[in-house]
């Protein structure tokens, strides 16, 4: 895909793609290249008929053209070169053979009447015949300081008609807009801007995440991919302090993407309920970054070629969303291996491998595991992910980080309450057990909210409470004993 409209066209290609949303800039590009070369540039489409756009001979054509074979037809007959833009033409490549062979005679007649045909619109497909005729462009995004521009423009023009003296906005709320609108069209940056401003006159750093969802609304982004909007802050995440460590020390070089060693992602493997979930949402919210969710299990489709397609797509879309942290969430339901499923884990598979070693664009991977032996070496090997951190069940001062988290978040008073005692009887519990024996309690001194939680209701929780690591003893028992040589404790 080139991106450089004059590469493009000092090429002279016969036939030019030029794909985008914003067919007025389209246009002013196309003029700015037809000055250049001193060419001149014809538009068309099925409401205008036809409309010289540059100083040039104005040719004999009827605005009330409409039929495409008529269209091309005249096309044809010009003996003066330039530039003919027919916007929106692509629907009619499927009504008619001859609507190809004209366009084909357009083409091969280059040489001799410098004809260059553009079609330009949101998206096109061309028919097979011509492909190798053609040149594929896109315009290319707005710079930083372009962004910046609009920015500029948007908050004089918002001070103006809100008789206001200026637009406020702090440095690092700037810096974090600009990353976050990366990869967008100049007037999908100018309406997210305007978005940021509207509501208090203000560009700030809460702005940012309310600015990425409306990215992700704008993108029209469904199905198997999700957004998630409310990020954990690691404050929220009991215990996990080597994970926290490892990643503030490569935050900055995360966002700042210098050079191949940038990090690409982690693995947590873990037992269920252990937090690797909440780990997840939390490097997102730590680093300030949208956080995308893939749900693994949900990739599948009985259709041949759909699932590899439902990923690729997921994958094109996290990075248009960039910088971003991507959640493959329980990594193992949709690249586990055995079973028949005509080699589709393994198309999967190879398809996820390619774009983790041939992705540029800053996306942070966070995969989360239960089973990581069903899981195929590939995946796991050293290179893939930067680490593969084990989240293990929490140890007693972990233990009380949560329980105090989830007392202060429900309002309840914890600073006389009987560590040691509580501790002991919860050994062995995840953080999610903790949560619900907390819940659990709230409830059985009536659902009051704040106030002293009586510590015989949370020791009779506990007591009633049988927890994964003594149901599921033998699984958690090998979970461990597998990551004690081949991972680093979270």
């Not at 493009?8 to 002013?28: C, G």
């Not at 690092?172 to 990353?179: D, T």
């Not at 879309?317 to 499923?341: H, R, T, Y």
Request: charged residues 25%; glycine residues 6%; negative net charge.
């Amino acid at each position: 895909m080139i991106d450089d409209l004059t590469s493009v066209f000092d090429s002279k290609p016969p036939l030019v793609i030029l794909e985008s949303f914003e067919e007025k800039l389209a246009l002013d590009r196309l003029m700015e290249q037809a000055r250049r070369l001193k060419a001149t540039v014809y538009r068309w489409s099925s409401t205008d008929g036809f409309s010289r756009l540059t100083f040039g001979p104005q040719l004999a054509f009827s605005s009330q053209l409409e039929e495409p074979e008529a269209v091309l037809q005249h096309i044809k007959k010009q003996t003066h070169p330039a530039f003919f833009v027919l916007c929106d033409f692509h629907p009619y490549f499927d009504h008619s053979a001859k609507v190809i062979r004209l366009i084909k005679d357009i083409v091969l007649n280059h040489s001799a009447a410098g004809h260059s045909l553009i079609f330009l619109s949101h998206k096109i497909e061309l028919p097979a015949e011509l492909v190798r005729y053609s040149a594929r462009v896109k315009l290319t995004p707005p710079t930083d300081a372009e962004v910046m521009d609009i920015v500029r423009q948007e908050a004089t023009k918002w001070a103006a008609e809100h008789s206001a003296s200026k637009v406020k906005a702090d440095s690092k709320a700037l810096e974090l807009l600009v990353a976050n609108v990366r990869g967008l069209s100049h007037s999908e940056v100018r309406r997210l801007v305007l978005g940021a401003i509207a509501d208090d006159g203000a560009i700030t750093v809460e702005d940012i995440p309310v600015l990425n969802r409306a990215k992700f609304a704008l993108m029209d982004l469904e199905g198997v991919l999700s957004f998630e909007f409310r990020t954990e802050q690691f404050a929220q995440v009991g215990g996990l302090d080597n994970l926290k460590a490892w990643l503030r020390q490569r935050q900055q070089a995360f966002l700042r993407q210098q050079g191949s060693d940038s990090p690409k992602g982690v693995m947590l493997l873990g037992v269920q309920g252990g937090g690797k979930s909440l780990a997840a949402k939390a490097v997102a919210g730590m680093w300030d970054l949208p956080l995308l969710r893939l749900d693994m299990g949900a990739l599948y489709n009985k259709y041949f070629g759909e699932t590899e397609r439902n990923l690729r797509e997921s994958l094109q879309l996290a990075e248009n969303m960039s910088p971003c942290v991507l959640w493959l969430d329980e990594i193992e339901k949709g690249l586990a291996q055995g079973g028949s499923d005509n080699g589709t884990s393994k198309r999967v598979l190879g398809t996820l491998l390619t774009w983790m070693a041939e992705r540029t664009k800053p996306v942070f991977i966070v995969a989360t595991s239960n089973d990581i032996s069903s899981l195929p070496a590939e995946l796991v090997r050293k290179g893939r992910f930067d680490e593969i951190f084990f989240v293990d069940l929490p140890d007693s001062a972990a233990r009380q980080r949560i329980f105090k988290i989830h007392l202060s978040k429900r309002g309840y008073d914890h600073e006389l309450l009987q560590w040691p005692e509580l501790l002991s009887q919860s050994e062995g519990f995840t953080g999610a057990e903790i949560e619900q024996v907390v819940i659990s309690a709230g409830f059985a001194m009536g659902a009051q909210r704040g106030g002293k939680i009586p510590q015989e209701l949370l020791l009779a929780e506990l007591q009633s409470t049988c927890p994964l690591s003594v149901t599921m003893a033998e699984q958690v028992s090998a979970l461990q004993q597998w990551a004690e040589q081949r991972a680093v404790p979270a």
